[in-house]
């Protein structure tokens, strides 16, 4: 019968020899693979985790539900065309600006119910904030803006000379 010596090596684990002279199997740890982005990768979700819960309940309409307006921007025939959902403001609302080659979409709305021989008064504030990149030649000039039932237009000319030029290929 052959013994093993208590500091041996099994396929389990290592066996050692504790203080009062008994032997125990101690499990073997494997190595995880290196990962070098690993640790980037869960501060990456940490830092989300935190923003979600930062920004948590802004941009919500009265009803109480979460509130994520839509923005649709198209380029086609020689313009540039942006369809924003925002609901609850009025055209005189908003300030919409082409600053260089950004548009910037800003609207405001305050409201307040209640008089000053209420006892209750409620305030609201809503606002709507986009920067939206624009590539080289809009007329700023010829920009035209409407807003009807919740949703704002904005067309953006683009100049001749910046339009794509259809090229044909020869075979």
């Known amino acids: 019968m052959a013994m093993s010596s208590p500091k041996s090596k099994g396929n389990s684990g290592e066996l ?10 101690q499990p073997r740890q494997e190595m995880s693979p290196f990962r070098p982005m690993g640790g980037f990768r869960r501060f990456r979700e940490e830092m989300d985790h935190l923003f979600d ?27 540039i065309t942006v369809r924003a959902e925002a609901p609850g403001f009025e055209p005189g ?5 082409v600053r260089g080659d950004s548009l910037m ?5 305050e409201s307040a119910e209640g008089g000053e021989g209420s006892e209750e008064q409620s305030w609201s504030r809503r606002e709507f904030h ?10 700023a000039e010829k920009v035209d803006a409407t807003y009807r039932q919740g949703v704002l237009n904005v067309t953006l000319p683009i100049g001749e000379k910046h ?9």
């Open 105 to 109: 979409l800003c609207a405001s709305h």
């Open 163 to 171: 339009r794509p030029k259809h090229i044909a290929v020869k075979g």
């Open 16 to 25: 050692s020899t504790s203080q009062s002279g008994m032997t125990t199997q």
């Open 130 to 139: 986009r920067t939206i990149p624009l590539p080289a030649g809009v007329d």
């Open 93 to 97: 609302d908003f300030d919409i600006q």
């Open 53 to 79: 819960r930062f920004f948590e309940g802004w941009m919500r309409p009265e009803e109480g539900g979460e509130r994520n307006w839509d923005l649709d921007v198209r380029q086609e025939d020689g313009t």
